[in-house]
């Protein structure tokens, strides 16, 4: 299946017009129609809107031969998460230890439970270092302000 008929798919199945759909994601509904109808692929901003509203993960849309809705969602929620805490340089440097950390996996017999754990601490001390280091090297001047923000 492809992007566009996947993210159709998707929207019928939340009973969503595409107006309504342009609403939740701010996106045009022209957009959503060459998206749907034409086949263009969004900007990657556009393609994690959509997969967040209509609560798909984005390797689902990317990838025409997945048929897992919610494949690697984890991933998607975790570099959202980095990305809201820490701007587009910590969900970029977020992607770059998951794609180190995916092939610590690359033909392992590990099952997906061990692999979903594993998975979740990395997430809990990336997020919690990054935070760490944030009031570690933040200068206290700045973290009064935000602070009281």
Same mark, same amino acid.
């Given at each position: 299946?492809? @992007?566009?008929?996947?993210?159709?798919?998707?929207?019928?199945?939340?009973?969503?017009?595409?107006?309504?759909?342009? *609403?939740?994601?701010? $996106?045009?509904?022209?957009? %959503?129609?060459? =998206?749907? *109808?034409?086949?263009?692929?969004?900007?990657?901003? /556009?393609?994690?809107?959509?997969?967040?509203?209509?609560?798909?993960?984005?390797?689902?849309?990317?990838?025409?031969?997945?048929? &897992?809705?919610?494949?690697? $969602? &984890?991933?998607?929620? @975790? %570099?959202?998460?980095?990305? !809201? *805490? #820490?701007?587009?340089?910590?969900?970029?440097?977020?992607?770059?230890? %998951?794609?180190?950390?995916?092939?610590? @996996?690359?033909?392992? &017999? %590990?099952?997906?439970?061990?692999?979903?754990?594993?998975?979740?601490?990395?997430?809990?001390? =990336?997020?919690?270092?990054?935070? /760490?280091?944030?009031? !570690? #090297?933040?200068?206290?001047? =700045?973290?009064?302000?935000?602070?009281?923000?």
């Amino acid at each position: 299946m492809t @992007f566009g008929e996947k993210v159709k798919e998707a929207r019928l199945a939340m009973n969503l017009s595409q107006t309504e759909l342009a *609403q939740l994601t701010g $996106i045009s509904e022209r957009s %959503l129609y060459t =998206y749907e *109808q034409l086949g263009t692929l969004p900007r990657k901003s /556009n393609i994690r809107k959509l997969a967040e509203a209509l609560h798909i993960s984005v390797s689902y849309l990317l990838d025409d031969e997945e048929t &897992d809705k919610q494949s690697r $969602i &984890d991933e998607d929620m @975790f %570099l959202a998460e980095a990305r !809201k *805490q #820490f701007g587009a340089k910590g969900a970029k440097e977020a992607q770059e230890v %998951l794609g180190r950390v995916s092939s610590l @996996f690359a033909g392992g &017999d %590990l099952d997906e439970d061990a692999k979903d754990v594993f998975f979740q601490a990395l997430m809990s001390v =990336y997020m919690d270092s990054k935070k /760490n280091a944030r009031e !570690k #090297f933040t200068p206290k001047k =700045y973290r009064k302000h935000k602070q009281t923000e």
